[in-house]
């Protein structure tokens, strides 16, 4: 069957844009997986390195902010997982990457447990989510995201956000996973969407908060 415009369109923003994992078909299984931290001490390995550039040209954004990266895990404000699938025989694959944000200075509704006080708080976000294409429609995004919910918990946090296109199927998955949108901005670059073809209004995101505790 032919993919509508709608369905194209969803599957080049995954891929292009880099938003969070994008509903593409629901599949009721539990994959297998295991998430293994990025270690960036004493130094990072260049085989992570690589997985991560890998990865980001993959899905089209920001393979620049890998460094960041390393400096916010070092500084204790963020976490990051490959996400590997466990297959049949035992073997493992990386199959993608997540992450967990716990300070964003420049909207603490997004994370400000590790802002500096009086603005402490409990909320973290999960961002940086991908997955390859060929492990998609396997449930692997959303069981990273409920074993983030865990580790979130396990860490002191309160609340969980997320922020993803705001178009109403992205919304509706994860409010099927107990997410809110509480609010709704501009955050997409103009030049971006309108180079992948697609109208202004794909430049919004939705932003979701659910409570862990």
Known sequence: MAESKQQVDLRIISNKVGALLIPQGEDT???DIRLRPWVVVPEP???DVEELKK???ACGWHSERIPMWEEEIRSGTRYVWFIHLRTPTGSTETAGMISLYLYDPSDLSVADMRAPPPQTGG???IGALFIYPEYRRQGIGEAAIRELEQKAAEV???TITMNTMALSEN???YEKMGYQ???KEKKYLLRDIIGLG???EYCYAAFLEKEIV
């Open 29 to 31: 299984r539990t994959p």
């Open 123 to 125: 909320r973290v976000e």
């Open 181 to 183: 949108q509480y609010k």
């Open 55 to 57: 990865q980001r040209i």
């Open 198 to 200: 697609l109208p202004e």
């Open 171 to 173: 919304v509706r998955r």
């Open 156 to 158: 002191g946090a309160t």
């Open 45 to 47: 390995s260049e085989a």
